[in-house]
């Protein structure tokens, strides 16, 4: 019996050191973060003893994490584990927390820094080439009578029009604009107006996308018998790659302003909240002088240059800018 009493004591003895050693390796660690090349990343430093947290990732989105912020750690020291470098004691954390000096240093570090919004504009001009020319020419004929306006007008429009698609080629369009036949009037005083003739008009309208032979179609409408060209106008039909780089242009124009006042308040663009693109501006067509008497017969060349157009983009932008407290 006494031989049972004392194995059962023994038992008892070796439990009780088993649990004694098994609950002694759940310490707490405060100290200083501090990071290391280790794969963990963290270690504590508490006076001259350094635990490698093995799981820091946990508390890694905690604003008070940061280096030499003072915490406080539950765990269990992992004897059995090896680093590459030993840096420090292998420590799994089962809870850590920020000590209450080192948080409230955290809530003036917070305190000290701001978010304010900054509105600011972009603005870009660029330049580009002309795709196509646009010319109005018309034939007019005059005559005592209308029906003799009217065949005359015909008559030159038909060759005009013959002219104009030979010389334009097959890509250019050619439509008509304008037809008019109306009375000539004297106004004499104290009487009523009278009809001394009329005048025929028949207007066509040239489309090029070839600007070279804006010249040839000019002298070819004159040797062909029209006599009014009311204006050549050069535009920019395909302007979607020159809208895009406008637009980005204006863009990072705006982006820079934001950055250069966040900077300006001792801060920086933490992001960009909303753009707006407040306004695109097509390019304006470039008129040339109006030509309104033309020769039937054109020796030298007419000399048409093409300018360049200019197209605009205004950006909107809001940036969330943090600013420092000076």
Do not use: C
Not at 58 to 66: L, V
Not at 87 to 116: H, I, K, N, W, Y
């Amino acid at each position: 019996m006494r031989g049972k009493i004392l194995t059962m004591l023994g038992v008892l003895a070796l439990l009780t050191l088993f649990a004694g050693q098994t609950f002694a390796k759940e310490i707490t660690v405060r100290g200083k973060l501090k990071r290391t090349v280790e794969a963990g990343g963290w270690v504590i430093v508490a006076g001259n003893q350094k635990y490698l947290l093995l799981n820091a990732q946990r508390y890694q989105n905690e604003k008070w994490f940061t280096e030499t912020s003072e915490v406080e750690a539950v765990g269990e020291v992992k004897t059995d584990v090896m680093t590459t470098y030993m840096e420090g004691t292998p420590f799994e954390v089962r809870m850590l927390r920020p000590l209450a000096e080192s948080g409230s240093t955290a809530a003036m570090q917070s305190d000290s820094r701001t978010l304010t919004k900054v509105l600011v504009t972009g603005n870009s001009i660029i330049q580009a080439q002309p795709d196509t020319a646009i010319l109005n020419i018309s034939v007019v004929t005059q005559a005592r009578a209308a029906l003799d306006a009217q065949q005359q007008n015909a008559n030159k429009s038909d060759a005009v029009v013959r002219a104009l698609k030979s010389a334009a080629g097959a890509g250019a369009e050619i439509k008509t604009s304008g037809y008019s036949l109306q009375p000539q009037r004297v106004y004499k005083e104290n009487q009523p107006p009278s009809i001394v003739g009329y005048e025929a008009r028949n207007s066509v309208t040239v489309t090029l996308s070839d600007l070279t032979k804006v010249g040839a179609v000019i002298d070819a409408a004159s040797q062909a018998g029209a006599n009014d060209v009311s204006g050549i106008s050069f535009t920019l039909r395909k302007d979607r790659p020159a809208h895009d780089q406008a637009l980005a242009d204006a863009t990072r124009e705006a982006v820079s302003k934001a950055q250069v006042i966040a900077t300006a308040l001792g801060g920086r663009v933490v992001r960009i909240l909303e753009v707006q693109e407040e306004g695109f501006e097509r390019p304006r067509p470039i008129y040339t002088d109006q030509i309104q008497t033309m020769r039937a017969a054109s020796v030298t060349p007419t000399p048409i240059e093409v300018g360049t157009l200019d197209i605009t983009s205004r950006v909107q932008l809001i940036a969330e800018v943090e600013v420092g407290v000076r």
